[in-house]
């Protein structure tokens, strides 16, 4: 499995935790920035993070910031990608199991490193449930498309 991650200045410190999970966990993943507390413009990261998941060079994306909210509306521009903001083990179960979530996005100032960590072990380990779940998915390539549903 690869995971593309990625952050904005409000979740620095959270994205090197991440890295030392993912490290721990022997998870290969890439780091797409940003590498410091700077301030910097979040949809370019979550663009940087995304697009590669969306063509299929990675599995997962894991894109934080100070909310999680701004990188997960970014995010979800890029056809393809469905990223949802996690802040509970249920979130990050069922976004797997009925949205076939790609992306899980995380807030600094929301979850703790504990947390976050801890959701991404959820969130790269549950499947996709498929069957009536997969026709609601396939919804959002519609709309994408600019067809009615
Ligand atoms: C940055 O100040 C902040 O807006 C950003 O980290 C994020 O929370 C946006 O949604």
Redesign the pocket.
């Known amino acids: 499995m690869k995971v593309t991650l990625a952050c ?1 200045h ?2 620095f410190e959270l994205k090197e935790s991440i890295k030392k999970h993912l490290e721990e966990k022997g998870i290969e993943y890439k780091d797409f920035g940003c590498y410091s507390k700077e301030s910097v413009d ?1 949809p370019k990261y979550a663009y940087a993070a995304a697009k590669p998941v969306a063509d299929g060079e990675y599995d997962y994306g894991i894109i934080l ?3 999680g ?3 997960s509306m970014a995010a979800n521009k890029v056809n393809g990608i469905r990223a949802a903001v996690c802040t509970n083990e249920m979130l990050a179960e069922m976004t797997r199991r009925h949205n076939n979530a790609n992306v899980i996005c995380m ?1 600094q100032a929301v979850v703790s490193q504990e947390l976050a960590n801890k959701l991404v072990d959820i969130f790269l380990s549950t499947e996709f449930d498929g069957g009536r779940h997969q026709r609601r998915v396939d919804l959002f390539t519609e709309i994408e498309k600019g067809n009615a549903i």
């Open positions: 904005d409000g979740a979040y910031c100070t909310t909210l701004g990188m807030g």
